[in-house]
């Protein structure tokens, strides 16, 4: 069966740092990933997916990850975070070949302080 | 394009009841998924429909229950609702043009509170 682990529950960083959210699978083959965000009251918005292709995937709001699958890992980086990226951060990952059912992860908090 | 649209946005009902939750999907999109968000279970999938037919089921319990219209509208339904079905309840379209996974596109959800 798949599974996604976020490590961190919480992550707090200043405006202006950089970012890294952890994300690690169990999937028996190649999986499609993905990261979500959410903010409070709102439903999820896709930051990027990875399908197949380049490891390193770029998204929306300036956000990337890396695809590494020695390590059975799909982490989320942004080089300089803004005040308005506090938010949910939910890592996914769904089975390749026609059902699909995806497994999310339990969310990182991302805190952003001034 | 208008996102996708839940309705109602808010629900307060008490146990024992039913509830039917709607979803209007992005104009073209044929798959329409729904999951259930709770802070101990997290994001959860219920369901998925295709063209009126549901094509992926999670590992819910035969009170939760759906279905499709052809305009691609859908509507979720709990029955006899226990306390522990309060929950944000989210729907997520997408195009579906392979069976492969898609990108999903989610609405606000509906917050269901069971008294």
């Known amino acids: 069966a798949q599974s996604v682990t976020q490590p961190d529950i919480h992550i707090t960083v200043s405006e202006g740092a950089s970012l890294e959210l952890r994300c690690n699978y169990s999937?028996?083959?190649?999986?499609?990933l993905f990261w979500y965000v959410q903010s409070p009251g709102q439903g999820l918005q896709l930051l990027l997916k990875?399908?197949?292709?380049?490891?390193l995937v770029q998204g929306i709001k300036g956000f990337e990850a890396e695809f590494k699958r020695s390590q059975s890992s799909f982490n989320l980086r942004k080089p300089s975070v803004h005040w308005s990226d506090a938010a949910e951060y939910f890592c996914a990952v769904a089975s390749s070949g026609g059902s699909y059912i995806p497994t999310f992860g339990r969310g990182t908090s991302l805190i952003v302080h001034p | 394009k208008a996102g996708v649209t839940q309705t109602p946005r808010y629900l307060i009902k008490t146990r024992g009841q039913q509830v039917t939750l709607s979803c209007s999907p992005i104009s073209g999109h044929r798959s329409v998924s729904w999951y259930q968000q709770t802070p101990g279970q997290g994001l959860q999938f219920l369901f998925e429909y295709f063209s009126e037919t549901q094509r992926n089921k999670g590992n819910f319990p035969g009170r939760f229950s759906g279905r499709q219209f052809s305009n691609s509208r859908s509507e979720m339904n709990v029955s006899t609702l226990e306390l522990g079905d309060s929950a944000l309840y989210l729907c997520a379209s997408s195009l579906a043009v392979t069976s492969d996974p898609d990108t999903q596109y989610f609405g606000p959800g509906t917050r269901l509170t069971v008294l």
């Open positions: 990875y399908f197949s292709g380049d490891t």
């Open positions: 999937y028996g083959a190649t999986p499609y």
